[in-house]
């Protein structure tokens, strides 16, 4: 896993290294959201996505590693009107909060390498309330011959029975895998290999 310097130094530009715009993927679930939810954005970047929640009447927490990112939130917030509680946090030593969110948004996270990711999928787990959404996109290992973003170690990235495996205590809605064409920012841009996941916390 990248170090917090290296971060840093990606997220030192003025402009958002994935855009100031929302994921699509997180956008197209727009109808499955409900003002007065409280949500976590996870590593959450520069905050195009918690922001994007707080946009649709979401009490947004972001937890992010690098403070860099985390400025760069804030300011976004800032001049789209909204407010997000930024964290600035070390995922593979953060307490999750048990229970606390209706909503968790996890979307290319995966700087985590096997054992990391354990961590923080079951962090997620712990994290939503029952009935609450888990709402993941990322890349699955083809996403290595387009060379258009994510990860280049392949144990990162995501497969169908990766994910249906890690979140088999979850109601499954969702899982998908597709080719799309991604714009977001300079970082990902272009033909990707992609898959997502809409999962529900059984009541």
């Not at 003002?35 to 979401?58: C, K, T």
């Not at 307490?95 to 290319?108: L, M, Q, R």
């Not at 994290?127 to 060379?147: D, F």
Request: aromatic share 8%.
């Amino acid at each position: 896993m990248a170090g917090i310097d290296h971060w840093n130094e990606r997220y030192a530009g003025e402009a958002y290294l994935f855009g100031e715009e929302p994921n699509a993927f997180l956008k197209s679930q727009s109808c499955r959201l409900r003002p007065g939810w409280s949500a976590l954005a996870v590593a959450d970047g520069e905050g195009r996505n918690g922001v994007w929640l707080a946009e649709q009447g979401l009490a947004v927490t972001a937890v992010e590693a690098s403070p860099v990112a985390l400025a760069k939130a804030r300011a976004l917030a800032v001049l789209r009107g909204v407010t997000i509680t930024t964290v600035e946090a070390d995922l593979s030593t953060w307490t999750w909060p048990e229970k606390a969110f209706d909503c968790v948004a996890a979307i290319f996270i995966q700087f985590a390498g096997p054992e990391l990711r354990a961590r923080v999928f079951k962090g997620m787990i712990s994290a939503l309330r029952p009935g609450g959404v888990l709402l993941l996109q990322g890349y699955r290992p083809e996403q290595l011959a387009y060379g258009t973003g994510g990860p280049r170690a392949v144990e990162n990235l995501y497969t169908e029975a990766l994910l249906r495996e890690a979140f088999s205590s979850l109601d499954i809605i969702e899982l998908r895998s597709h080719d799309s064409v991604l714009q977001e920012g300079t970082a990902h841009v272009g033909p990707s290999a992609l898959i997502d996941l809409v999962a529900a916390r059984p009541i």
